[in-house]
């Protein structure tokens, strides 16, 4: 099983990026989005449930960022608009198997497998 995350890089305040999160070797239940901030602990930012493509936000991200998922490329995409400089993070693609629950789609023990993180930074 691989999670191949890309589409990073440097982009001015108020710009937009795509990020991409390629998965191999199975499908999943659930796919969520994760970031760490230099100093900062990875935190959640957000998730789509495969099978009814269900999505769910940070609070802090809603209305900016869109998740959503292709079937036939296994691929879910992160779309970011409206980029702020705290939005400056390595972001990591997440997956496991099970549809989580929406209590849960926050936890990063509830994922079992993990891409390599794509980095973002946003500054002027």
């Known amino acids: 099983v691989q999670l191949q995350a890309s589409g990073g890089g440097l982009v001015q305040p108020g710009g937009s990026l795509r990020l991409s999160c390629a998965a191999s070797?199975?499908?999943?239940?659930?796919v969520g989005w994760f970031r760490q901030a230099p100093g900062k602990e990875r935190e959640f930012v957000a998730a789509v449930r495969w099978s009814e493509g269900s999505t769910h936000y940070k609070t802090s991200v809603k209305g900016r960022f869109t998740i959503s998922r292709d079937n036939a490329k296994n691929t879910v995409y992160l779309q970011m608009n409206s980029l702020k400089p705290e939005d400056t993070a390595v972001y990591y693609c997440?997956?496991?198997?099970?549809?989580?629950?929406?209590?849960?789609?926050?936890?990063?023990?509830?994922?079992?497998?993990w891409g390599q993180g794509t980095l973002v930074t946003v500054s002027s």
């Open positions: 997440a997956a496991t198997p099970r549809r989580l629950i929406v209590s849960a789609l926050s936890t990063q023990t509830s994922y079992d497998y």
């Open positions: 070797g199975r499908t999943f239940g659930t």
